[in-house]
C-alpha cells in the first residue's frame, strides 16, 4: 500500500463494473476491499467468489461490514431493522430500497472461511450518530454508547 505522502499516479483507472463479473483476468491484484456492499446486496457468495477469482495467491482481501453483535441474535429481527433504517437514514436513500443482510462478526468470519479464504484477523467497533457530527473517529469506544449503538466489523483475510 502507498503511503500517505504518495501523490495520486496518472495510471490510476477507474472502472465502473457488476461486482458479479469484474472486467478483470484471473488473479490480477494484489487486494480486493469490499467496504460496506455485502450487506446491502443478494447473492453474497456470488460476489465474494469474484473478487477471490481476481485475487492473486497470497492477496489480502478486506471486507468492512455492518455486523450485528452476537449476543443480539435474539432480537436480530429487531436489530436489523432497526440498523436497516438508520443505514437507509444516513445513506439519504429510499428506505427499503437495499436488502439489509446482517451477520455477526463471527457468521461472517465463517461465510468467508467456506468461500475458501484464510482468516488473518478481524476487529469490531460501534458507530452512530455521534460519528455524522463531527465527533472524533479516533476515540470510537469498543463498547456500545447511546451515541454509537451500532457495531461495523473490518476482517482480513488471504487467498491461499
Known amino acids: 500500500f502507498?503511503?500517505?505522502?504518495?501523490k495520486p499516479s496518472s495510471e490510476n483507472k477507474f472502472v465502473l463494473g457488476n461486482a458479479r463479473k469484474l472486467p478483470f483476468a484471473e488473479e490480477s491484484f494484489d487486494a480486493v476491499c469490499v467496504f460496506d456492499?455485502?450487506?446491502?446486496?443478494?447473492?453474497?457468495?456470488?460476489?465474494?467468489?469474484?473478487?477471490?477469482?481476481?485475487?492473486?495467491k497470497g492477496?489480502?482481501?478486506?471486507?468492512?461490514?455492518?455486523?450485528?453483535?452476537?449476543?443480539f441474535q435474539s432480537s436480530r429481527g429487531f436489530i436489523t431493522k432497526l440498523v436497516g433504517l438508520m443505514d437507509?437514514?444516513?445513506?439519504?436513500?429510499?428506505?427499503?430500497?437495499?436488502?439489509h443482510n446482517y451477520r455477526s462478526p463471527d457468521e461472517w468470519e465463517m461465510f468467508f472461511h467456506d468461500l475458501g479464504l484464510k482468516f488473518s484477523r478481524s476487529e469490531s467497533w460501534y458507530w452512530g450518530p455521534a460519528d455524522f457530527m463531527g465527533a472524533?473517529?479516533?476515540?470510537?469506544?469498543?463498547?456500545?454508547t447511546l451515541a454509537r449503538p451500532f457495531e461495523a466489523s473490518f476482517f482480513k483475510f488471504l487467498k491461499p
Open 2 to 6: 502507498p503511503s500517505h505522502d504518495t
Open 37 to 56: 456492499v455485502m450487506h446491502h446486496t443478494e447473492g453474497q457468495d456470488e460476489i465474494i467468489k469474484e473478487a477471490k477469482r481476481v485475487l492473486k
Open 59 to 71: 492477496g489480502k482481501f478486506m471486507a468492512m461490514e455492518d455486523t450485528v453483535p452476537y449476543k
Open 88 to 99: 437507509d437514514l444516513f445513506n439519504k436513500q429510499p428506505f427499503g430500497v437495499n436488502p
Open 136 to 144: 472524533s473517529r479516533d476515540t470510537r469506544p469498543q463498547q456500545r
